[in-house]
């Protein structure tokens, strides 16, 4: 079965950064565009960034472009969120999720647990 | 303030039919397919609908999803007390060129 499971959370000071990892299993990982949504505590779901199965292609929210990359190691079946800058307003649960395709206009299909961000400032 | 949106919250009796709007425009569901998306407290959510009116399996008939020029609405039909969950809607967005979601709807049964 499909299994996701995400880490590298945790709390971190302003300005600083931190890189989560997404662990993939149950399914082929190069066959299908993964994403990253965060939700702040007490909020709704958010968007953060995504990137195409074969990593050609990658999309961020406006709230991150420049400071957070997405990325994917095929070899390890992981996907990675690189975080730079970081700020009060980044503190969520990031959740790592496995679209239902290649492409970036697919649903998310399947979702980790989630790992807590906390950003102090 | 999301790019989509929903009633914060939506309320029915056991048994009952509930409906929840999600509202976009002309580069979101006007132009793309939405999805439904549903959380347990304390729980990742999970996909409910996909392609505006598709149940993935395990997902009950109950469910169901439409879309019409750029609103889109999830029906609830027999409502049950595990039902009760925060339910999202999402589409893509060609002008930001990304996904994005309403505010989330917080249902209740009463």
């Known amino acids: 079965q499909v299994q996701l499971v995400e880490s590298g959370g945790g709390v971190v000071q302003s300005g600083r950064s931190l890189r989560l990892s997404c662990a993939a299993s149950g399914f082929t990982f190069s066959s299908y565009a993964m994403h990253w949504v965060r939700q702040a505590p007490g909020k709704g779901l958010e968007w953060v960034a995504l990137v195409s199965y074969d990593e050609s292609d990658t999309y961020y929210a406006d709230s991150v472009k420049g400071r957070f990359t997405i990325s994917r190691d095929t070899s390890k079946n992981t996907l990675f969120l690189q975080m730079n800058s970081l700020r009060p307003e980044d503190t969520a649960i990031y959740y790592c999720?496995?679209?239902?395709?290649?492409?970036?206009?697919?649903?998310?299909?399947?979702w980790g647990q989630g790992t807590l961000v906390t950003v102090s400032s | 303030q999301s790019v989509l949106t929903q009633p914060p919250s939506a309320s029915g009796a056991p048994g009952q039919r509930v409906t929840i709007s999600c509202s976009g425009s002309i580069s979101n569901i006007g132009s793309n397919v939405v999805n439904w998306y549903h959380q347990l407290p304390g729980a990742a959510p999970k996909l409910l609908i996909y392609?505006?009116?598709q149940r993935p399996s395990g997902v009950p008939d109950r469910f169901s999803g439409s879309k019409s020029g750029t609103s889109a609405s999830l029906a609830i039909s027999g409502l049950q007390s595990e039902d009760e969950a925060d339910y999202y809607c999402?589409?893509?967005?060609?002008?930001?060129?990304?996904?994005?979601f309403g505010g989330g709807t917080k249902l209740t049964v009463l």
């Open positions: 999402a589409s893509w967005d060609d002008s930001l060129t990304g996904w994005v």
């Open positions: 999720a496995r679209a239902g395709g290649r492409g970036p206009y697919y649903y998310f299909e399947y």
């Open positions: 392609s505006s009116n």
